[in-house]
């Protein structure tokens, strides 16, 4: 079946440093989606890149697709405390159910 | 607020209990899914509804659980003899999808079950 790997599983960083968490698809995909869930709460949408080599931007955040659809990396810039988290990316190969990765945890260091 | 809600918010019970859980997804929408998600992972997909018809179920979905969409409106989850191994957030997602096309996936804020 289709597995999607996310890496780094955890992530400390120093308030105001970068962020960068990277998914693999072991199957080509339809889209793929990222999502963040806060401690005790609920996977919450954040993108959805459809195209082939697509970049999206959303403040400090980059959010690339690769060119053969298996691969995606979610980038912040200058991390700030709200950023704390696990941000999942969730691939999907069609308008079925999403196969989520195993999340990276984003810990921030004031 | 995502506008889909799940009931209960938490559900603790005995070994060998039933248990059912509802969800309430956002009214447009067409699509409802269910995951599964333990502690330190991603939700695990469970099956989903287009409208009432179920399409999709995953191995996960043991022959104690089922799901029911009868009005193509909410939905129920019910898990029968419940075991230790069923303890997890069930989350309870919304979408909207035409010509095969989805949009995003809204999720419900979960029900936190504990089997003791």
């Known amino acids: 079946g289709q597995q999607v790997m996310q890496i780094p599983q955890y992530q400390h960083v120093q308030e105001g440093e970068d962020f960068t968490t990277y998914c693999n698809s072991s199957?080509?995909?339809?889209?793929i989606q990222w999502y963040k869930q806060r401690p005790g709460g609920h996977p919450v949408f954040l993108i959805q890149?459809?195209?082939?080599?697509e970049v999206k931007k959303q403040k400090r955040l980059t959010f690339q697709f690769g060119e053969a659809k298996k691969n995606s990396s979610l980038h912040i810039t200058a991390t700030q405390t709200t950023d704390v988290g696990t941000y999942f990316c969730?691939?999907?190969?069609?308008?079925?159910?999403?196969?989520f990765g195993k999340g990276t945890h984003l810990i921030i260091q004031p | 607020d995502t506008g889909v809600s799940q009931n209960p918010r938490h559900k603790i019970t005995k070994r060998g209990q039933n248990v059912t859980f509802r969800c309430d997804p956002i009214?447009?929408?067409?699509?409802l899914y269910w995951y599964r998600q333990t502690l330190g992972q991603g939700p695990e997909f469970l099956t989903y509804f287009q409208n009432e018809a179920q399409l999709e179920k995953s191995r996960l979905l043991s022959d104690r659980f089922s799901a029911e969409r009868p009005k193509g409106s909410f939905s129920t989850l019910e898990i029968q003899r419940t075991e230790q191994g069923d303890s997890a957030m069930y989350l309870c997602a919304s979408s909207f999808v035409m010509a095969g096309v989805q949009e995003t996936q809204y999720f419900g804020p979960g029900t936190r079950l504990l089997v003791l």
């Open positions: 969730a691939g999907a190969r069609g308008a079925d159910g999403l196969t």
């Open positions: 890149l459809v195209k082939s080599g």
């Open positions: 009214s447009e929408h067409n699509r």
């Open positions: 199957t080509t995909l339809s889209n």
